[in-house]
């Protein structure tokens, strides 16, 4: 189903979304909020560019946006895709527990904050590009990559503070990161032939996605960052 939403509110948009369809293509949009939230067992592809909460708690859909996308895509999602090709604002994969999002370029501040996992549920949130700062705030679970392929060459491909509180979950990185400073309860390490094979499986998906190179990506140093498994140990009072 095509529809021109550019005067719909997101009452109207999500609605919509419920008739039943297994696809729909909407135009037009205009900012409007939370597009497709909590939904699942369809796909959505998004002309123009979705206001904040795009697929809040997504429940399984998948949702495409040929445009950039605002702050706090896939807030709190649960299972599910969300494709951006463009930019995202500012806490993108808010405390999401599953899922997977892909971001062609940058992400804006606390990319990745409160991500969580559990049993079988590890979110992933790969980035294109660059990542502003907080990147992986209170991480409790979940996997993210940040590729940097929109970095000049004398520029971080993370903003500061990445990983603050972080106390699970893990942190890809394309940058050998001598010049990023991590917070002193994590452990940032050069990527070892294991992690390589696991990085490829991410690389390969962003590229086939966006129409990447996925040598020329896998063809520079990764760095991988894990909290301390002592970080956050639970403190029991003295009696």
Known sequence: MR??????????????????????????????CLIAAGMSGIEVVIQGRPGNGLGAYLNGAKITVMDNASDAVGDTMNDGEIIVFGNVGDSAGYAMRGGKIFVERDADYRAGIHMKAYRDKVPLLVIGGRAGSFLGEYQAGGVIV???????????????????????????????????VFPEHVIAKAATPEDTEEIKQYVSEYCELFGADRDEIMNSPFTVVTPLPQSYKRLDAEE
């Open 3 to 32: 529809v021109k939403i550019r005067d719909y509110s997101y009452k109207e948009i999500n609605e919509l979304l419920r008739q039943g369809e297994s696809e729909y293509f909407l135009t037009g949009c205009m900012g409007q």
């Open 146 to 180: 940040v590729l940097g392929l929109t970095a000049e060459d004398d520029e971080r491909i993370v903003g500061h503070f990445p990983c603050t509180g972080m106390h699970g979950g893990k942190i890809i990185l394309r940058s050998d990161c001598r010049d990023v």
